[in-house]
């Protein structure tokens, strides 16, 4: 026959398996809805690469792109301006920042 203590102990060492059971599932759901959003932004981007190569609009804004990058957005130069719009209409369905689109132009 068990004692007040094992009985206690026992139980304790059940909620503190389940607890670290509750939080692993919470870190896995956690961590699935960040990778999703990566994966999200990064397919955003790299399908706007893939229709900026052949451009010339969008070639021709690179060294606008690479500015307005190393500026953190200060500097938007009309080259650039043009390439986002421009991209804007080909991909409407696109959610991509100007960053990411400067950034895929930059790749492209």
């Known amino acids: 026959m068990r004692t007040g203590k094992q009985c206690l102990s026992m139980v304790g060492a059940m909620a503190?398996?389940?607890?670290s059971s509750v939080q692993a599932s919470s870190f896995v759901v956690t961590t699935d809805a960040v990778?999703?959003?990566v994966d999200a932004s990064t397919n955003a981007t790299s399908d706007v690469s893939s229709s900026l190569r052949d451009n010339k609009i969008v070639r021709q804004a690179q060294d606008d792109a690479a500015?307005?990058?190393a500026s953190n957005g200060e500097i938007r130069g009309a080259r650039l301006?043009?390439?986002l719009a421009?991209?804007?209409v080909q991909?409407?369905?696109s959610q991509a920042t100007d960053a990411q689109l400067a950034q895929a132009i930059l790749a492209g």
Do not use: G
């Open 16 to 19: 503190l398996a389940l607890a």
């Open 35 to 37: 990778v999703r959003a």
């Open 81 to 83: 301006e043009s390439a």
């Open 86 to 88: 421009w991209l804007r």
């Open 67 to 69: 500015s307005f990058i």
């Open 91 to 93: 991909l409407p369905q």
